[in-house]
Every structure is written in structure tokens, then in C-alpha cells.
């Protein structure tokens, strides 16, 4: 059974002026997912600037979500590290929130042996009984998840039940579809590649995209299910653009921006993350009008 089938979103986490975390708007974000369609909240991943909180705020943001959220669509919390046993500490913790599942990416910077990456995903497994999504993104972390690997994990390890793929590598993917046998979900980690990794068995996507278009991404994935495929893939076309300027600058800049401009949050970022460049926010600002999004 998958954790969700549909569109998650990789949810930003909003700052107060003083850079503190903003419940109040978190809140009004969250619930304004809900309302339009998303099938899963995605909480304290990349989009989420999990990377700059203390972990007294990255646990504080997964108990909020899931209370707030309240069962009504499955909650899953980011909690991998480069640092096994810190990662174990926050999925054993998030665990404790009633989280429907955690996502864990591969150690960054330390990087690690594929023979490593089983011992470290097998570990914080083990420490926990909620399903884990594998997150490989190897533009990020600088070590990438081969296909063979994934699948010594989801048919070893009982909670190992799927894989968010942004690795960006279709043929990849395929092979890792072809070796999997069904042994594990697929999640798409591209909002450009969402038709894509569904036509190889994908159950939806992880996307930043539905920050300020929930409802289109939802439908984009929905329609594909439905075998609606040309629905589908007409409704991922339309999006590119919109896709293109939400990653001109590096992640979660521009999503963080586009929330803003429509009047959802202050925008706010945690250094080192920068305000966005004017010529890219006019990008944006013009890609999100001609996608048809209500601009503050």
C-alpha cells in the first residue's frame, strides 16, 4: 500500500521578520494545500529549508504539521542527516508525532559507498516502523542511489517502501523500474518529469511546484491515473515554463518568492540563501500570470 498516491508537496516553511518560524502563516499554508487538492504534505524537506533549522525547530515544524493536518491527508517529514545517528534521532522522534511516513536523503558533503548507503538507510530503518521514502538527488548531495541498491534496500529492509527519484536520469529510473519488479514506489522529484516517471510506474510526485499551483499538479498526476494521459500531458506542458522560473535560481529561492507575490508569506529566507535576482523575479512574477496563478 503506498503512502499516497497523487501530488505532495515539498511545503516551504515560513519565517516570522525576526527569522523565526511563522506557525500562524504555516498554518494558513497548510491548510490552503488541503483545500485545493494536494494528497500529501511533505514537511522539513529542501523546500522546507530544513537545512538552516536547529533541530528543536525541525521537530517543532513536524509536530505542528501533523496536528494541524489531523489525518486528513498522510503527513510526511523529512528527517534524513549526514549524520546517521542524528538522523535516527529525528525519525524516531518524528515518529512519536504520528507521522504517515518519513523522507530520508542520502548523506551530504561526507557522502558514502553504495555499500553505505545500505548500512545507513538499513539503520534508521530499523530504528523506526513508519515507511520511509528513499530521496536520491545526487545534485544536491553529491552521491547518487544506483538502481541496484535501491532494490537490495525496499526487498531487505520491510520499511524501505519507496524512492523519491531527482536524480533527473530517465534511463535510470527505467532500470530501476525494470530490476524493482514492483518491490518498491516511485515518486517523481521533478515537477518537469512528472508524465515521465508516472509512464515507468510512478505513484506521483514530490513537488514544489504545488506550493502555488497545488491544484493543476494534483490534476496532472490525477488525470495520468485515470488514464487520462493526454489531459495529463497537456497540463505538464503548460506548466513548464512556470516549472523553469521556480528553479532559475537555486531552491526553495524562487518558490519562497512566488509565495510571496501571492500574498501567502513574507517571503523570507535563512542565510545562505539570498533574496532572488530582480530579472529572475520578473520571470517569475510573468511566468506565474501566464499560468493563470492570482498574483497579490
Do not use: W
Not at 533541530?55 to 549526514?82: M, Q, Y
Not at 536520469?169 to 517523481?188: F, H, P, R, W
Not at 516517471?197 to 510512478?202: E, K, Q
Request: aromatic share 6%; hydrophobic share 40%; proline share 4%.
Amino acid at each position: 500500500m503506498s503512502i499516497f498516491e497523487g501530488a505532495g508537496v515539498a511545503i516551504v516553511t515560513p519565517f516570522l521578520e525576526n527569522g523565526a518560524v511563522d506557525y500562524d502563516t504555516f498554518r494558513e499554508l497548510i491548510e490552503y494545500q488541503i483545500a485545493n487538492g494536494t494528497d500529501c504534505i511533505i514537511v522539513c524537506g529542501t523546500t522546507g529549508e530544513s537545512s538552516t533549522l536547529t533541530h528543536e525547530e525541525h521537530l517543532e515544524c513536524i509536530k505542528f504539521c501533523t496536528e494541524v493536518v489531523n489525518k486528513r491527508i498522510p503527513v510526511v517529514a523529512g528527517t534524513g542527516s549526514n549524520c546517521t545517528e542524528t538522523a535516527i534521532y529525528l525519525s524516531t522522534e518524528a515518529e512519536k508525532y504520528g507521522v504517515d511516513g518519513l523522507l530520508v536523503v542520502t548523506p551530504y558533503y561526507n557522502k558514502a559507498t553504495q555499500k553505505g548507503l545500505i548500512a545507513h538507510f538499513t539503520a534508521i530503518a530499523n530504528s523506526v516502523k513508519v515507511p520511509i521514502i528513499l530521496y536520491n538527488v545526487p545534485s544536491r548531495t553529491g552521491v547518487n542511489i544506483l538502481p541496484e541498491t535501491a532494490v537490495t534496500l525496499a526487498k531487505t529492509v520491510d520499511n524501505i517502501v519507496a524512492i523519491k527519484e531527482a536524480s533527473g536520469n530517465i534511463s535510470q529510473v527505467a532500470k530501476l523500474m525494470q530490476l524493482a519488479d514492483g518491490c518498491i514506489d516511485l515518486y517523481s522529484g521533478n515537477d518537469d518529469q512528472i508524465v515521465p516517471i508516472m509512464s515507468l510506474g510512478g505513484k506521483g510526485v514530490i513537488s514544489v511546484l504545488s506550493n502555488v499551483a497545488p491544484k493543476e499538479t494534483h490534476d496532472i498526476v490525477r488525470y495520468y491515473l485515470d488514464g487520462k494521459v493526454k489531459e495529463s500531458l497537456d497540463l505538464q506542458l503548460k506548466a513548464l515554463p512556470l516549472v523553469e522560473a521556480l528553479f532559475c535560481e537555486v531552491n526553495p529561492i524562487p518558490v519562497k518568492k512566488a509565495v510571496e507575490l501571492m500574498g501567502k508569506c513574507n517571503g523570507k529566507l535563512r542565510m545562505p540563501l539570498s533574496t532572488m535576482e530582480d530579472a529572475n523575479a520578473l520571470k517569475l512574477k510573468n511566468a506565474m500570470a501566464d499560468f493563470g496563478i492570482k498574483l497579490s
